[in-house]
């Protein structure tokens, strides 16, 4: 990912560095006599280029408009010729960006206004060279037939290499070269008419037509976000449906964040929710690299201390303006803009819905509606699941370490199995053993042991996610169901437990501590060497425990 990025900022540079070259060897070419004509064209563009709306479902700061700007670019093409064409989109791009760059850093409205020349200039000699090979005339229909194609294949092309957006439902490749198609068709008519009336006429008629191509623009700004509205209702919808075949919380915490990067496809979306065993915020569900579900928050860190204190939805376009966010370990030390939806269970925040990316003011006031569904849904589903925990926990957790006994632990693991069964996923589960309890039952007594368990029992229960199931599994081993989890993330979580064991300080009470010498199997199912059931995922890995005493 990081390679990715270093050589996508180096072939951004590069297209800089080659736009700057190409308008540079264009300049000997232009009719200095003609600089007012000129202006006057780049000042018409760059106000159809400050109204012209992005596509919905590209991220801001994206390359590319849906501007009726293309048509005066047209004109300038039939009238002028390439290099006056090149130069004066060129100038209309920076002026028009640069006046409303939306947001947007300097990089990025340079980088765009490139991105445009390249393919003016791409067009222009497209042109070129298909009216040197078949003797086509100059400011013809043929002419900016051929020139809108070249300039849409070239944008497409930039697009994507440099296309930041992921996979939203709004930004298909095929949807976003219809966007573009269509803006190119409406506004191809009025550039063959200005052209027409352009060179040695009166400015008046000019003005006529430039008024109905000011109307298409502003129509154009009006449209899209209409279209992407239609989407986002289309999405949420369909997510409707897909939860209420969700049997289970996490799977419709995961459901809605998959609907959720669908709309706004951003690096990360997060669930956390508060785990009163390990007196912090852990992963719920996520859409993202697999590494974040080992992320924790605790209270007392500036970001949920800022939405307790809040008590709203926070967008920050940048988290290292905010000194306190910038020096702290966490969500401000991966992502440069975030969106925070908190959740209240009556005084207490209980949740925290993040969405974070890479890229400086990501999040805009578009996104709003959307992210406060999705935090109202993710609300709903964890009210759902804590009632649900609450009957489940009646009879099914163990009194001395207040995880849950053997009996309901194998009960959930048949439960994942035939769930698995059904979707095609996997899971996996864990087996830990504390092998010196039972000589620190006969040193110390059977108190202090039963205190080391409990101990033990705390340290599992915070490292384990909220969809994972801890339970006591016998009298001196622990269990950990894990669902949606693969081999590689198993035997990662796996070494973590050991560890957080194995280094574990255990109180004696009198002033002591001591150290348990631990050991774990793991086995994922559907997996080699067991059944494909729960029971005989769980009798292989205990003869693997047992084997290894």
Not at 35 to 55: F, K, Q, S
Not at 238 to 266: D, K, M, S, Y
Request: aromatic residues 8%.
């Amino acid at each position: 990912m990081a390679r990715r990025i270093t050589w996508l900022v180096f072939l951004a540079w590069l297209a800089v560095g080659v736009a700057i070259w190409q308008t540079a060897t264009l300049f000997p070419y232009l009719d200095l006599d003609r600089t007012r004509d000129y202006l006057v064209l780049a000042a018409m563009a760059a106000l159809l280029e400050m109204i012209a709306p992005g596509h919905p479902g590209w991220a801001p700061g994206s390359f590319g408009r849906l501007s009726a700007g293309f048509a005066v670019l047209l004109t300038a093409e039939l009238v002028y010729g390439p290099a006056p064409a090149v130069w004066i989109w060129a100038l209309a791009t920076l002026a028009g960006q640069g006046v409303a760059n939306r947001g947007n850093p300097l990089r990025t409205t340079i980088f765009n206004a490139a991105g445009y020349t390249l393919s003016a200039g791409a067009a222009a000699r497209v042109w070129t060279w298909a009216s040197a090979h078949y003797a086509l005339g100059p400011g013809t229909v043929l002419q900016a037939l051929v020139f809108t194609a070249a300039y849409y294949l070239a944008g497409g092309a930039l697009r994507a290499i440099f296309q930041r957006g992921g996979d939203s439902d709004l930004s298909s490749p095929v949807d976003v070269m219809g966007w573009d198609l269509f803006t190119y068709l409406i506004t191809l008519p009025f550039g063959l008419a200005l052209a027409a009336v352009y060179a040695g006429t009166d400015p008046a008629k000019v003005l006529i037509l430039f008024l109905p191509l000011l109307a298409v623009g502003l129509v154009l700004r009006r449209l899209v976000p209409a279209r992407a509205s239609e989407r986002e209702l289309a999405v949420w919808q369909g997510l409707a449906g897909r939860l209420a075949a969700c049997g289970e919380p996490a799977r419709a915490w995961q459901t809605v964040l998959a609907a959720v990067v669908r709309l706004i496809p951003c690096h990360a979306a997060l669930l956390f929710l508060w785990s009163e065993s390990g007196q912090c915020f852990q992963v719920a569900a996520l859409r993202g690299p697999g590494r974040l579900a080992r992320m924790r928050l605790v209270r007392e860190q500036a970001l949920p201390a800022l939405l307790a204190r809040e008590r709203r939805p926070l967008v920050i376009p940048d988290v290292r303006r905010d000194p306190s966010l910038a020096a702290e370990a966490g969500p401000a030390q991966l992502w440069r803009s975030l969106a925070l939806f908190p959740l209240f269970e009556g005084e207490d925040l209980t949740g925290i819905l993040l969405l974070g990316d890479k890229k400086t003011a990501f999040f805009t006031p578009r996104h709003q509606a959307g992210l406060a569904v999705a935090a109202a849904l993710t609300g709903l589903i964890a009210a759902w699941a804590r009632a649900r925990a609450a009957l489940q926990d009646a009879g099914a957790t163990d009194a001395l370490t207040g995880l849950y006994d053997r009996r309901y632990f194998r009960l959930r693991a048949a439960e994942e199995a035939q769930r698995v069964r059904r979707s095609g996923t996997e899971f996996a589960v864990t087996l830990l053993s504390l092998d010196t309890m039972g000589a620190v039952g006969e040193r110390f007594g059977a108190a202090r042991a039963e205190n080391i368990l409990v101990e033990a029992a705390r340290v599992v229960a915070r490292l384990v996610r909220p969809a994972d199931l801890a339970a006591r599994y016998d009298e001196r081993r622990f269990a950990v169901l894990m669902p949606e989890t693969g081999p590689q993330e198993a035997a990662v979580v796996s070494g973590e437990m050991v560890n957080a064991l194995r280094t574990h300080e255990f109180p004696l009470g009198d002033g002591t501590a001591v150290q348990m010498a631990v050991r774990a199997v793991w086995a994922v199912c559907p997996g080699t060497g067991h059944s494909g059931d729960a029971a005989g995922l769980l009798a292989r890995l205990e003869e693997k425990l047992e084997a290894r005493e």
